[in-house]
């Protein structure tokens, strides 16, 4: 198997065709990993989430700093993957932020069932408010995989 370093504009298409990613925040020296739903915006180079109030949003609010993992998996042979470095950033409901919430939700609502995992069933414990939130891509490599032909 040969594996190959993606450019960066080789890592923003797979981002562009993914819509789920691992996002990963810290907070006192914990990690936490979680599956997100997310829409790659092009023009800004960032990329729209959103999600109900928990322990990702809590941790993501006193530590900003984030890591996405993205992949695109045909086999153990082939495969893509990209790691993003960036910032989260809400994006409050105030009305100087109304044309950034209409972006995204332009750009989730053209994937299928765009809300899952974020409007799933909630168990009576959590909390229901919904938070929309942006992570400005800092740093951004990736890797492909191809199987040796001999």
Not at 78 to 99: C, F, K
Not at 121 to 131: K, L, S, Y
Not at 135 to 145: E, F, K, L, P, Y
Request: proline fraction near 4%; include cysteine; aromatic fraction near 10%.
């Amino acid at each position: 198997m040969l594996i190959h370093q993606l450019t960066p504009a080789e890592c923003r298409l797979v981002l562009a065709e993914a819509s789920v990613a691992r996002l990963a925040c810290s907070h006192a020296d914990q990690p936490y990993i979680v599956p997100i739903s997310f829409a790659f915006d092009v023009a800004r180079d960032a990329l729209f989430g959103f999600s109900t109030v928990g322990k990702k949003i809590e941790w993501m609010r006193m530590n900003p700093k984030v890591c996405l993992e993205v992949e695109d998996i045909t086999d153990r042979f082939h495969w893509q993957t990209v790691i993003v470095l960036g910032r989260y950033e809400e994006i409050s409901d105030a009305p100087q932020n109304a044309e950034e919430r209409e972006r995204m939700l332009n750009l989730l609502g053209t994937r299928d069932e765009w809300w899952f995992p974020g409007a799933a069933r909630f168990e009576a414990q959590e909390h229901h408010a919904v938070v929309i939130y942006r992570i400005h891509i800092d740093s951004i490599t990736g890797r492909r995989a191809d199987r040796n032909r001999v």
